[in-house]
């Protein structure tokens, strides 16, 4: 059987945020399945670097600078995008950035930092990407949520109330264009090795406490969100929108808890 299901071949995909980690590893997995993938960052030198890496594949990756804070940068990709290629198919919202301390020692420019590109970013990009896709009346948006989505982790707030808010934008935005054809879904990954958390779990305690609360007993990798990223581009999720899919080992489907062996039984 030549199974199309979960096909995305020949879709134009932009993945923000592609210069490395999740983002890289989805663009890579993207590209791999013969999809034109377009991949964006701050910085010229590192897509470079992300485009040897991905290498030749099936498909094509394309750098194009695009500073999800920079609401002109935003534009100036979608044009470019279409009017190399026409159209979007897919959207991946992964540019993201965090800042770990207590409330109290929140700054206004760590707020904003972290908003800016997190959420008013992903916004503006899925705004300008959806102008075009409920136009055509068909595209696929996923974004980048959290474990902060649902329960906020300690330390973390406006990284924290910035994922709550991708899951609202996804909700919001899969009622306002789901008569257009246009479906918009998000992952929550759970605790992933990249840069970003890299000298998080250095440390050995948090290992221990990662690996003790993921049913899996590991931290994930990026290519760990690759299935589920292809999956709800393809047309196997056709009738699936509004939804955030945790891609967490496990981690958020109960309690771990240090019970004696027998249940702790009388
Ligand atoms: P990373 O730091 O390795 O990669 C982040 C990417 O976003 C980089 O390509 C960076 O260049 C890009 N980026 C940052 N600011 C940008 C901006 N202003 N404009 C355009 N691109 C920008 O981080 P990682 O871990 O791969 O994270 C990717 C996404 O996954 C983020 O949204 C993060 O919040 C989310 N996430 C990560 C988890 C983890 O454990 N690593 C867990 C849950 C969510």
Same mark, same amino acid.
């Given at each position: +059987?030549?199974?199309?299901?979960?096909?995305?071949?020949?879709?134009?995909?932009?993945?923000?945020?592609?210069?490395?980690? *999740?983002?890289?590893?989805?663009?890579?997995?993207?590209?791999?399945?013969?999809?034109?993938?377009?991949?964006?960052?701050?910085?010229?030198?590192?897509?470079?670097?992300?485009?040897?890496?991905?290498?030749?594949?099936?498909?094509?990756?394309? %750098?194009? &600078?695009?500073?999800?804070?920079? $609401?002109?940068?935003?534009?100036?990709?979608?044009?470019?995008?279409?009017?190399?290629?026409?159209?979007?198919?897919?959207?991946?919202?992964?540019?993201?950035?965090?800042?770990?301390?207590?409330?109290?020692?929140?700054?206004?420019?760590?707020?904003?930092? *972290?908003?800016? *590109?997190?959420?008013?970013?992903?916004?503006?990009?899925?705004?300008?990407?959806?102008?075009?896709?409920?136009?055509?009346?068909?595209?696929?948006?996923?974004?980048?949520?959290?474990?902060?989505?649902?329960? #906020?982790?300690?330390?973390?707030?406006?990284?924290? =109330?910035?994922?709550?808010?991708?899951?609202? =934008?996804?909700?919001?935005?899969?009622?306002? @264009?789901? #008569?257009?054809? &246009?479906?918009?879904?998000? *992952?929550? %990954?759970?605790?992933?090795?990249?840069?970003?958390?890299?000298?998080?779990?250095?440390?050995?305690? +948090?290992?221990? @406490?990662?690996?003790?609360?993921?049913?899996?007993?590991?931290?994930?990798? %990026?290519?760990?969100?690759?299935?589920?990223?292809?999956?709800?581009?393809? #047309?196997?999720?056709?009738? =699936?929108?509004?939804?955030?899919?945790?891609?967490?080992?496990?981690?958020?489907?109960?309690?771990?808890? $240090?019970? %004696?062996?027998?249940?702790?039984?009388?």
């Amino acid at each position: +059987m030549n199974d199309t299901l979960f096909s995305v071949s020949d879709q134009v995909v932009i993945v923000s945020g592609g210069s490395r980690g *999740i983002g890289r590893a989805i663009a890579k997995g993207f590209a791999e399945r013969d999809s034109k993938v377009v991949i964006t960052g701050r910085d010229e030198s590192s897509l470079a670097v992300a485009v040897e890496e991905i290498g030749t594949c099936g498909g094509s990756v394309t %750098p194009v &600078v695009c500073d999800v804070a920079k $609401p002109d940068d935003i534009e100036q990709l979608v044009a470019q995008v279409i009017e190399d290629f026409g159209h979007i198919d897919t959207l991946v919202n992964v540019a993201g950035v965090n800042r770990r301390k207590p409330a109290l020692d929140v700054s206004e420019d760590d707020y904003d930092f *972290i908003l800016d *590109i997190n959420l008013k970013g992903a916004f503006l990009l899925s705004q300008a990407v959806g102008r075009h896709m409920v136009e055509r009346g068909s595209g696929c948006q996923i974004n980048i949520a959290s474990l902060n989505t649902d329960r #906020p982790l300690k330390d973390v707030l406006p990284y924290a =109330m910035s994922k709550a808010g991708i899951a609202h =934008m996804t909700r919001g935005l899969a009622l306002e @264009w789901g #008569p257009s054809g &246009v479906r918009v879904n998000g *992952i929550a %990954p759970g605790f992933i090795l990249t840069d970003l958390t890299q000298k998080l779990w250095s440390d050995e305690t +948090m290992q221990e @406490w990662g690996k003790t609360n993921t049913p899996q007993q590991r931290l994930g990798v %990026p290519e760990d969100m690759v299935g589920t990223a292809i999956f709800l581009a393809s #047309p196997a999720a056709s009738f =699936m929108t509004g939804q955030t899919l945790y891609v967490d080992g496990g981690y958020t489907a109960g309690w771990n808890w $240090p019970i %004696p062996e027998g249940g702790g039984q009388r």
